[in-house]
């Protein structure tokens, strides 16, 4: 009997006999350099600023302005940057988003005062809005859900990575020849992504170089969104059924805590290092390396710890949570900074704080878990709408702190003070972590 049993098992499938290829690594590669030269894009500007303020005779309070002005239409344009995205899928948006963002930067080489390097920001803004929704969407698509944590470390990295191996070339080329240089190259670099973007971005379904085992594994983890999720028109009843969950508000009020310290080392860190601690160029360059390459660790750990608690555990509460409230009260120590006096004790309490941040971005893969597959776009633009308002106020505020008080002291306490709210807010308001089933509305 047994052996007649066996005999009218069926064989093996074709997909359950081959092993899982690992395309979806490669295209974890293209959208992490993609990041990377999305934040050299939008950055290049803090490590200009001290010598660009002078050539353009730009107040402290005015920077602030200048700095926050890409975030003024970055956020304004998230939700119509997700809805296109929904539309036209991941493709065409981001190699339209990276070959205007990186046109407008290229721009700012030839600002001629505060009008027209605002008229570039805003451009920025706008052509840049797409990139993190499309990143979500791809991770929520090419992997399953107990790898998304490592794959949202591996291309946030880029934000990190880029400029702390890039600053020192950075701030050589400024001094080597002016800040106009600095856009030339950054712009450039970008165009040329774009155009690999073009050639070498598949959908799952589209793919030639993953097999059908690999397939079959992402789908089981959740991943594979229908081809219908692809082209969804947008309507403000989504909106409202979207905000309607305290998932989607926690996890918008938690990342815009992380991004107020983010925002201020990529906007007045290296004139903080210039005029509060009086570092020479050569100093600045050197030390500004450190607190990114500490953010840098902080993404790749706090998204394998995840991972690592998710299989431990099965707990995406757990697995998701603890890692990012751990990073927002860490990105508070910030403020320990007003209370030391050397330099490197000073850049030590900062990495900390950076490291700490940098744990902040598995926000995005809380998005990838909790959005619904047919409003990934729609999810990620009002997550990063909320999150980039810091972009706007934070710039300001510490401009006007600095203006009215001519040190970075209270700067830096607010700062600190708003990560703590951050991890509040994922303490709670996010509640449970789980995706959200709703059907979209036409």
């Not at 002005?69 to 990276?98: C, E, H």
């Not at 155009?195 to 085992?213: D, G, T």
């Amino acid at each position: 009997m047994q052996s007649q049993a066996t005999a009218t098992q069926p064989p093996p499938t074709a997909a359950a006999a081959q092993r899982p290829t690992r395309a979806r690594f490669a295209i974890l590669a293209l959208i992490a350099v993609g990041t990377m030269i999305n934040y050299l894009d939008r950055t290049v500007l803090g490590i200009a600023a001290p010598r660009l303020s002078v050539d353009l005779g730009l107040t402290p309070a005015v920077m602030g302005v200048v700095f926050s002005a890409f975030a003024w239409t970055y956020a304004a344009t998230q939700i119509p940057g997700g809805v296109f995205l929904d539309r036209f899928g991941v493709k065409l948006t981001y190699f339209l988003s990276v070959s205007f963002w990186s046109l407008f930067t290229l721009l700012q080489a030839f600002a001629t005062g505060l009008y027209s390097l605002l008229f570039y920001r805003f451009g920025l803004g706008v052509s840049e809005a797409p990139c993190f929704p499309a990143n979500s969407r791809v991770v929520g698509t090419w992997f399953p859900q107990q790898e998304r944590a490592t794959a949202t470390g591996i291309y946030t990295v880029g934000e990190y990575i880029g400029l702390a191996f890039f600053s020192p070339i950075l701030f050589w080329i400024m001094g080597a020849f002016s800040w106009h240089a600095l856009f030339i190259v950054v712009g450039v670099l970008g165009v040329a992504f774009g155009i690999v973007w073009w050639f070498c971005y598949r959908e799952p379904h589209e793919s030639r170089a993953a097999n059908q085992a690999e397939l079959d594994y992402i789908a089981a983890g959740g991943g594979l969104a229908p081809k219908s999720a692809e082209k969804v028109p947008f309507s403000w009843k989504n909106v409202g059924h979207l905000l309607s969950y305290r998932q989607i508000w926690g996890a918008a009020l938690g990342q815009f805590a992380g991004n107020a310290t983010l925002v201020f080392f990529l906007t007045w860190f290296p004139t903080y290092l210039a005029t509060e601690r009086h570092m020479g160029w050569v100093k600045v360059g050197f030390f500004a390396v450190m607190p990114f390459i500490a953010a840098a660790i902080g993404v790749l750990a706090g998204g394998w710890f995840s991972d690592l608690l998710l299989k431990r555990t099965g707990s995406a509460n757990i697995a998701r949570k603890l890692p990012i409230i751990a990073g927002l009260l860490l990105a508070s120590l910030i403020i320990a900074a007003d209370y030391v006096n050397t330099d490197m004790t000073v850049i030590a309490i900062l990495s900390v704080a950076f490291f700490g941040q940098g744990m902040v971005g598995l926000g995005w893969t809380v998005i990838s878990d909790i959005a619904p597959k047919a409003l990934m776009g729609l999810t990620g633009g009002l997550f990063n709408f909320a999150t980039n308002l810091a972009g706007i106020i934070t710039p300001i505020v510490i401009g006007v702190i600095i203006g009215t008080t001519g040190s970075f002291a209270w700067a830096l306490a607010f700062v600190g003070a708003i990560a703590l709210a951050g991890a509040l807010s994922y303490i709670f308001i996010l509640g449970d972590i789980h995706r959200i089933e709703l059907e979209p509305a036409t």
